[in-house]
């Protein structure tokens, strides 16, 4: 089973939802209003790992809850259950399959600036080149490439699709290419603090890093 790789996880921070209040011509304005504006955010969402042939090579679906700063759940429903679940500056990644929780701190070790933008510490002008990619069919993307030339990823690409967020694609250092497609996304929506709560349940492994 290909494990999931933090990098495309803790680019959570980056996650938003665009209104109309701004031109359509004017993405990478929209991208840093609405990520300084969105306080919570739930979606439906599917992963996809692609191969160096440009296959899909497994592909996962879940639901993920944000709440700005330093909180978000990732739901692995299918075809593996995982959670990736941050609070307080630390980070619990459960798999089911394995029967074993991971902790982390949420810091500079975990994917330097991506993580860093879900607390909400940093300045995306600061930390990333913006670029606009232009229109493919209902999608609206912009580039952002990494200043620091230590990054594990090459660049990440966000699609915002008629005032939504609709999808990223990630691309990181080790070849490995990752989509991720949003649905049924809801702005700003009542998050029971339960939710960025982990527990590990009985008879797992636990490690803290």
């Known amino acids: 089973m290909n494990k999931v790789n933090f990098f495309q996880l803790v680019l959570i921070g980056l996650v938003f939802h665009t209104g109309t209040g701004y031109a359509e011509d004017k ?7 609405f990520l300084a504006a969105s306080k919570s ?3 439906d969402f599917k992963q996809v790992l692609i191969d ?21 759940r990732w739901d692995y429903q299918k075809p593996f259950q ?3 679940v941050s609070n307080s500056g630390k980070v619990w990644f459960y798999d089911a399959d ?15 600036t991506p993580a860093l933008l ?17 229109v493919d069919g209902d999608m609206q993307w912009i580039k952002l490439l990494p200043k620091n030339s230590e990054s594990s990823f090459k660049y990440i690409l966000i699609g ?5 967020l609709g999808g990223m694609e990630i691309s990181d250092n080790f070849g490995q290419l990752t989509r991720i497609y949003f649905s049924h996304v809801v702005l700003n929506p009542p998050i029971k603090q339960t939710v ?13 890093e």
Not at 56 to 70: C, D, I, M, N
Not at 196 to 207: H, N
């Open 27 to 33: 993405p990478v304005k929209q991208l840093k209003a």
């Open 52 to 72: 160096e042939a440009g296959n899909p090579a497994q592909t996962s679906y879940g639901v993920f809850y944000l709440q700005r700063p330093g909180k978000f």
């Open 118 to 134: 879900l607390s909400g510490d940093v300045s995306l002008e600061d930390n990333y080149t913006m670029e606009q990619q232009g």
């Open 98 to 112: 394995l029967e074993q929780v991971t902790i982390k701190k949420l810091d500079e070790s975990l994917g330097s």
């Open 160 to 164: 915002l699709n008629k005032g939504s």
């Open 41 to 43: 955010l739930t979606a």
């Open 196 to 208: 960025f709560r982990f527990q590990a349940p009985k008879g797992v492994d636990v490690f803290a």
């Open 82 to 84: 995982q959670q990736i």
